[in-house]
């Protein structure tokens, strides 16, 4: 059984850089052909997709958020980490890290969540 837990800093200053950790046990962050993505919720609204780190090292990221975002991994720790810069109160919402297979990754379709962790931007 995989699972994801995300943890970081429940509350980050407009301008700041925010930081989030997802750790992944059960299974590993490089096995083929899984990828492992970033999604928020904010408040009211549906769910925005970041980006991802595949189990190759390889990046994309969502073309609204390319400019602010990088998603790196450490293997060693089965971690994979989200840095999003820049940060407003719109960047408020509950984070979640979410693996999915090559074959559902385009429809949006994730086995396995993380059970989301919120983060406010506020001074």
Partial sequence: Q???????????KP?????????????????NYYYWS???????????????????????????LKSRTSIS???????FTLQLSSVTPEDTAVYYCARADENRLAMGEYDYWGQGTQVTVSS
């Fill in 2 to 12: 995989v699972q994801l837990q995300e943890s970081g800093p429940g509350l980050v």
């Fill in 15 to 31: 301008s700041q850089t925010l930081s989030l950790t997802c750790t992944v046990s059960g299974g590993s962050i490089t096995t």
């Fill in 38 to 64: 970033w999604i928020r919720q904010p408040p009211g609204k549906g769910l925005e997709w970041i980006g991802y780190i595949a189990y190759s090292g390889s990046t994309y990221y969502s073309p609204s």
């Fill in 73 to 79: 991994r450490d293997t060693s720790k089965n971690q």
